[in-house]
Nanobody, 122 residues
Framework: QLTLVESGGGLVQAGVSLRLSCTAA????????IGWFRQAPGKQRESVAA??????????NYADSVKGRFTISRDNAKNTVYLQMNSLKPEDTAVYYC?????????????WGKGTLVTVSS
């Protein structure tokens, strides 16, 4: 069993940076995928960034809308995954969920955090 707890959300102005953290109670080293989804008001949940193909050595993937602005990283010793978000835009406003599982597909996600709200004002 794995519990994911997000932190770092808040209200910021457009253009600034924010870093989200996701700390796992329990090791996520053996999982195949871990990362972030987000859900904006009135919209479907979407993948933002993930580390896949093995947490220790894997590759990263990003939504087109955040490429070049967001960076996902992990510290296995701390069981923590980070999402560095730079040059934030109002359209980045959403609840950000940490997720982990066997693969980076909704049906293969086994663990979800409760989410942290990011609000970007213009």
């Amino acid at each position: 069993q794995l519990t994911l707890v997000e932190s770092g959300g808040g209200l910021v102005q457009a253009g600034v940076s924010l870093r989200l953290s996701c700390t796992a109670a329990g090791s996520f080293v053996r999982l195949n995928a871990i990362g972030w989804f987000r859900q904006a008001p009135g919209k479907q949940r979407e993948s933002v960034a993930a580390i896949t193909d093995g947490i220790s050595g894997g590759s990263t993937n990003y939504a087109d809308s955040v490429k070049g602005r967001f960076t996902i990283s992990r510290d296995n010793a701390k069981n923590t995954v980070y999402l560095q978000m730079n040059s934030l835009k109002p359209e980045d406003t959403a609840v950000y969920y940490c997720a982990a599982g066997r693969a980076w597909r909704s049906n293969d996600i086994d663990y979800w955090g409760k989410g942290t709200l990011v609000t970007v004002s213009s």
